[in-house]
């Protein structure tokens, strides 16, 4: 079946230094990637929708310029958390689309980086 | 855009009793309502989902409702056992898009 494998599973870093996560689709081609965050014992918040080649669409309250998304091929879709803050420590974890999938089908999801700033 | 609601956000049962859990959403144009389980620190696991063409949908002891005039879809686990103890979401896509909106969550526990 479908795989995404993102990077790092778990980091840990200083406030005000910046952290790249990425979401490689390993079997399929994803024409859309999405990102979500969760803080412990709460739900999957959507951040963004990132679709190849073009820029991502951020929700309402997400900082654009604080996470940069690229999703510069089919398979290869970075989340950048820039100058980090211990109140952006979380569970990140990305979700793609399978290019032959029809609407509503085949969701996959990265096994999720825990992010920690201190 | 989606708001989707969720309840109860935790449950207990004893094994071998039936889990019932509701989401209700707000946009009518949604078409798509998967459910995921979801362990500690692992992805969400699509369990099972349902299209708005489709009101019911069962998979063993799995089984998804859905009304679309009231606008909620319920996810029923029948002979529940101490693996079936997790968090379960559901989701709604958002109007026609690909976009997945997620429930707040319910946690299930199952005693042996």
């Known amino acids: 079946g479908a795989v995404v494998s993102q990077h790092p599973s778990r980091v840990i870093c200083k406030s005000g230094t910046s952290v790249k996560i990425e979401c490689r689709s390993l079997?399929?081609?994803?024409?859309?990637m999405f990102w979500y965050r969760q803080f412990p014992k709460q739900s999957l918040m959507l951040m963004a929708t990132s679709n190849e080649g073009s820029k991502a669409t951020y929700e309402q309250g997400v900082e654009k310029d604080k996470f940069l998304i690229n999703h510069a091929s089919l398979t290869l879709s970075t989340l950048t958390v820039t100058s980090a803050h211990p109140e952006d420590s979380s569970f990140y974890i990305c979700s793609a689309r399978d290019l032959g999938a029809g609407l509503g089908y085949g969701y996959t999801f990265g096994s999720g980086t825990r992010l920690t700033v201190v | 855009g989606e708001n989707v609601e969720q309840h109860p956000s935790t449950l207990s049962v004893q094994e071998g009793d039936s889990a019932v859990i509701k989401c209700t959403y707000s946009?009518?144009?949604?078409?798509?309502f998967p459910w995921y389980k979801q362990e500690l620190g692992k992805r969400p696991q699509l369990i099972i989902d349902?299209?708005?063409?489709?009101g019911e949908k069962k998979d063993q002891r799995i089984a998804v409702t859905l009304n679309k005039t009231a606008k909620h879809f319920s996810l029923h686990i029948t002979e529940t056992q101490p693996e079936d103890s997790a968090v379960y979401f559901c989701a709604a896509s958002e109007g026609n898009t690909d976009k997945l909106i997620f429930g707040t969550g319910t946690r299930l526990q199952v005693f042996p």
């Open positions: 079997d399929f081609q994803a024409t859309t």
């Open positions: 946009d009518s144009a949604s078409n798509y």
């Open positions: 349902i299209r708005s063409n489709v």
